[in-house]
């Protein structure tokens, strides 16, 4: 197993699904991701991290949120570019054979490739290394709000523990970076409610 992901199991507070993927989910899934993630994946599952702040995620469950969000856009197609995990506030961290590694921010709307914004991109190491550094760290994972305060601890205080392939969904009218204040989360719900709140308010 890479020994980045040796260090998430060490120091990134693993949360272990109580199933692993089946044969035909694994071979399904070897199909379209690196070989680093897929060992991990095989062995212990999805995994969320930091209390549940990141979790681990099949790519087929955010297939069609890919659809809706690139539309007809031509760098991006949802067949090819794939959802491998999430933050407790929407942001989706993903992989393509094409870009490698890219994320994207449902609060606020915007994608981030490395291999679309720097002229002449090339990929420093192999996929395999890049993959493994999908999962981002706490300070990365958290979600800040107007006052550059990370939000996850107090809303799982107000809350309660996110619940497996949950979400807090941020108030529509919070969408905009400026206006996401404290406690700016409405509860938390299941991720596919919370990404359909994301995809409305953010496009209305």
Known sequence: MHENFEYFLKSYSPVFPTEKPGDSQIERLEKILPGSLMEFIRR???VAFHG?????CDPDEFRSVLALIFGADSDFHHRDCHVVGYS???????????YFKFEIELPLGVAYCRALTLPGWKPAASADHIASAVVPDREEADFLDVDGLPMFDRCVEKYGPLRPRG????CSRSCDLGRIRPYAASG???AYACIGAFLHSCTT
């Open 44 to 46: 212990y599952g999805f």
């Open 52 to 56: 549940g702040l990141f979790q681990l």
């Open 88 to 98: 407790a506030f929407g942001v989706l961290q993903c992989w393509s054979d094409k």
């Open 167 to 170: 979400m807090f969904r941020i």
């Open 188 to 190: 938390q719900y299941p």
